[in-house]
T-cell receptor
Framework: SQQGEEDPQALSIQEGENATMNCSYK?????LQWYRQNSGRGLVHLIL?????REKHSGRLRVTLDTSKKSSSLLITASRAADTASYFC???????????????FGQGTILTVHP | DTGVSQNPRHKITKRGQNVTFRCDPI?????LYWYRQTLGQGPEFLTY????????KSRLLSDRFSAERPKGSFSTLEIQRTEQGDSAMYLC??????????FGQGTRLTVV
């Protein structure tokens, strides 16, 4: 079953604009991860944020996590046409501080960046 | 290429036939996962191995599905008596303990 729900389901923006995608989940987690998927390169890991972290940056990516609201957001700044892809959040519910690696994915946000 | 390799990339089969997919993980990774993804949905967990031991199976994995990982290296996923509902992308991923998973490009199965 899908735990995460991404919002919006689809997002269309112009190159140079920022894109924000949100993810909500239902159970306690060890960490939350964001993946990108396009037809050319399959599923690619972008960033991991642990349950005791609130914000994380990687290049043009910024992820926030609010465990009290069971939600996360992914911000892509200064978007490029090459960012066009589906973006998925995935939760790892491994207990006791140990990541089990088994992921529960959301349904994804389809991002289209127009040149 | 040292990534996760899956073969074949595409498979078309008739309903009722058996199919087998292969996954070669990144060589030093001791964990290997299988997921299934249907159109418009995120991947759904099927099963995972740590070395050669199969540690967890999803309820999605009916009796017609079997996965193996002999000697803790490559893995195979077999579907017996395929049904049209089995049509999906089958994704394999591998990782070390407590590290993010790297995914292969998947095997797209079409059951006609």
């Amino acid at each position: 079953s899908q735990q995460g729900e991404e919002d919006p389901q689809a997002l269309s923006i112009q190159e140079g604009e920022n894109a924000t995608m949100n993810c909500s989940y239902k159970t306690s987690i060890n960490n939350l991860q964001w993946y990108r998927q396009n037809s050319g390169r399959g599923l690619v890991h972008l960033i991991l944020i642990r349950s005791n972290e609130r914000e994380k940056h990687s290049g043009r990516l910024r992820v926030t996590l609010d465990t009290s609201k069971k939600s996360s957001s992914l911000l892509i700044t200064a978007s490029r046409a090459a960012d066009t892809a589906s973006y998925f959040c995935a939760t790892d519910a491994g207990a006791g501080g140990t990541s089990y690696g088994k992921l529960t994915f959301g349904q994804g946000t389809i991002l289209t960046v127009h040149p | 290429d040292t990534g996760v390799s899956q073969n074949p990339r595409h498979k078309i089969t008739k309903r009722g036939q058996n199919v087998t997919f292969r996954c070669d993980p990144i060589s030093e990774h001791n964990r290997l996962y299988w997921y299934r993804q249907t159109l418009g949905q995120g991947p759904e967990f099927l099963t995972y191995f740590q070395n050669e031991a199969q540690l967890e199976k999803s309820r999605l994995l009916s009796d017609r599905f079997s996965a193996e990982r002999p000697k803790g290296s490559f893995s195979t996923l077999e579907i017996q008596r395929t049904e049209q509902g089995d049509s999906a992308m089958y994704l394999c991923a591998s990782s070390l303990l407590r590290t993010p998973a790297f995914f292969g490009q998947g095997t797209r199965l079409t059951v006609v």
